[in-house]
């Protein structure tokens, strides 16, 4: 029969089916769930009870007199700083325990569907560019769900960065907070809501060719040749010289060392592949490299060289990157997009250059530090993946340089071992490149497109980027709009198919080996708290933080509700902005700690997280004097 419905085209059948679908009282087979989900895509409903029952086997046993609370012992140092997070204590209704329901009422009681307020769990983070730049296009981003503002340092002006800046202020100012919102039972104070990250992106230490010869315009080409010689030079007479159709400048002087015959050259990302024939070993310095093309096509000036498998001894940071991150720093960037990373060394030193910079910069000991997300693009960078995991702040996927890199038919399975990485050791994950590629000029993505963006979900990614095509295309707030649709069609039906849910399934088991917080009361607390939401059916899990660390504990078991994290700082709040289910708020301070939890609850309501009546839980931290600090766990019920 589910076939039959499956497959159904006549316009009466699909009319049936439609109907059917759409009666609140009906009880539906999987089938009918699944249509029903794609036909009224607002009215998702919520996960069913058999999701609860499936997660069961890790939620914590909680004894009757603990009035719905769970607590356990708390000594979780926050992992930059080694400082214990302590926030004020909390304070949580009861919740009234619910009226009995009679045995007539439970044969037909239907769970109420659960809308999401346009609040996706997986965030966006958005390339701004010549397209974008300006306050009115930045603000229409802001607004259709931008959640960190790219700056690609490869290419934009000092100026073009104090331009965007600037508007990204200005796009976030321009919300009124709490609108509606009523406070007079609570201290009054503003929450800054509409929270968004800057994320620096550096250019990396690159390997190009050199000037072509009479190129004075800076757009002649050069046509090589299949299956002719050209040989590779190093040396600083052929970059005066200029480069020709039979000799090429290479900007890497290590280039003879790192080469072997049999190995390959890629020139302009890929479009051109060279085959080493021979390599001038006994050089010291500034030995060629005899290669034969092996495809024709042409090549401009200063086109990029990748060397796929070839352990180079380039540096993590150009002379370049360096002027950039401490100039990023004045601008208080949040994170550090690290390109060309090879190796652990590197992640360490770019943390050491960082507090270099802050000391240079007069910058208080206890600031946080930019964080860094290393970009995985290249041969040596997967060879060392795990070292590199473990250094970094999170990763990125940066599947274009890796494309070239690897054969590209592996990308996708490298893409999904690093996204498992990342989920079981709690750090986030951004898939990025060619996401809505064809959206830089057309106003609709394509089908194959649109399922890359909703794999990137299924697989438990954190972030998905846009790059070029909110940089300079034609539709960047389109493009936007777009990716958010795909994304919430994509959490809403895998809510009703935990069984397809790869991501949450492998965020349950976080921390259950290694890491540094494993079997800590912190990872306890959040796997409860993530458990309590799935049984409750909870719409939030709200969370007070004063470092960021417990917020990321719970977003490391992928609940499939928002996690409100009330803030003490706009710098906590940034730097969790790209951490899946995350949505901060930043307390501008004024209440007093006996009324957090009421503010808390005021402050989701009227950002549209949460409504009268429905299940939140509770996380936080109480210090009391006799027994030190407490991780709380509560339930209550929004008034």
Excluded at 56 to 62: G, K, L, M, N, V
Excluded at 198 to 214: A, H, S, V
Excluded at 481 to 508: C, H, Q, W, Y
Aim: with cysteine.
């Amino acid at each position: 029969m589910s076939m039959m419905l499956v497959r159904a085209t006549s316009k009466k059948t699909v009319a049936a089916i439609t109907s059917s679908v759409r009666k609140p009282s009906a009880v539906l087979p999987t089938s009918s769930v699944f249509l029903s989900t794609l036909l009224d895509s607002s009215k998702s409903p919520r996960p069913s009870s058999c999701v609860g029952q499936q997660q069961r086997w890790y939620q914590p046993s909680i004894p009757a007199h603990s009035s719905n609370s769970f607590v356990t012992n708390f000594d979780l140092p926050d992992p930059t700083t080694g400082e214990e997070e302590v926030d004020e204590h909390l304070i949580i209704p009861e919740e009234p325990s619910p009226p009995p329901i009679s045995s007539s009422s439970k044969k037909t009681a239907v769970r109420k569907p659960f809308v999401r307020q346009n609040k996706q769990l997986t965030k966006i983070v958005a390339t701004i560019g010549p397209t974008s730049e300006q306050l009115e296009p930045m603000t229409s981003l802001v607004d259709s769900g931008l959640s960190v503002m790219r700056l690609n340092f490869s290419h934009a002006t000092v100026d073009e960065v104090e331009l965007r800046c600037k508007n990204l202020h200005l796009a976030q100012c321009k919300k009124e907070p709490h609108a509606g919102a009523e406070r007079s039972d609570v201290d009054v104070h503003m929450p800054e809501q509409h929270v968004r990250a800057i994320l620096l992106d550096t250019r990396g230490p690159e390997i190009r060719t050199g000037k072509l010869r009479n190129d004075h315009s800076g757009h002649e080409t050069i046509t090589l040749v299949a299956g002719n010689t050209i040989n590779l030079h190093t040396a600083q007479i052929w970059a005066d010289n200029g480069s020709t159709e039979t000799d090429l400048f290479i900007d890497y002087p290590s280039l003879h060392i790192s080469l072997d015959p049999g190995m390959k050259v890629l020139l302009d990302d890929g479009a051109i592949t060279l085959t080493v024939r021979s390599v001038e070993k006994e050089k010291e310095f500034h030995g060629s490299v005899v290669c034969t093309i092996d495809n024709t096509g042409d090549l401009r000036s200063r086109a990029g060289v990748n060397l796929p498998g070839a352990e180079t001894d380039l540096p993590a940071m150009s002379d370049k990157d360096k002027v950039d991150i401490k100039y990023g720093m004045t601008k208080d960037v949040d994170y550090i997009a690290a390109s060309f990373i090879q190796n652990a060394e590197g992640v360490r030193q770019i943390r050491r250059y960082l507090k270099d910079c802050a000391r240079d910069l007069g910058w208080d000991t206890a600031a946080p530090l930019p964080l860094i997300i290393s970009k995985i693009e290249s041969v040596s960078a997967l060879q060392n993946f795990d070292e590199i995991l473990a250094e970094s702040d999170g990763i990125m996927v940066a599947r274009g340089d890796l494309g070239v890199e690897i054969p590209i038919q592996q990308v996708t399975n490298a893409q999904k071992e690093m996204v498992a990485a990342c989920n079981a050791v709690g750090k986030p994950v951004i898939v990025a490149t060619q996401m809505l590629e064809s959206m830089a000029k057309n106003p609709r993505p394509t089908r194959a497109e649109v399922a890359d963006v909703t794999n990137a979900v299924y697989d438990g990614a954190d972030c998905v980027m846009l790059s070029g095509e909110t940089a300079k295309g034609k539709y960047p707030v389109e493009t936007l709009k777009m990716m958010n649709e795909i994304i919430s069609g994509a959490e809403t039906f895998v809510s009703t198919r935990p069984d397809l849910d790869v991501g949450s399934g492998r965020g349950i088991k976080a921390f259950a080996e290694g890491g540094p917080f494993a079997n800590s009361s912190g990872a306890a607390i959040a796997k409860a708290a993530v458990a309590a939401a799935a049984e409750r059916q909870a719409s939030a899990i709200i969370v007070l933080t004063s470092h960021g660390t417990l917020p990321r504990l719970v977003s490391a078991y992928r609940p499939h509700v928002p996690i409100v994290t009330i803030c003490p700082s706009g710098k906590i709040a940034r730097q969790l902005m790209l951490h899946r289910g995350i949505h901060p708020v930043v307390s501008a301070g004024g209440v007093s700690p006996g009324r957090k939890c009421p503010a808390a609850i005021l402050d989701a309501k009227a950002m549209g997280y949460i409504k009268s009546g429905d299940d939140i839980i509770f996380v936080g931290i109480e210090k009391t004097e006799e027994l030190g600090n407490f991780a709380v766990m509560k339930v209550a019920t929004v008034p």
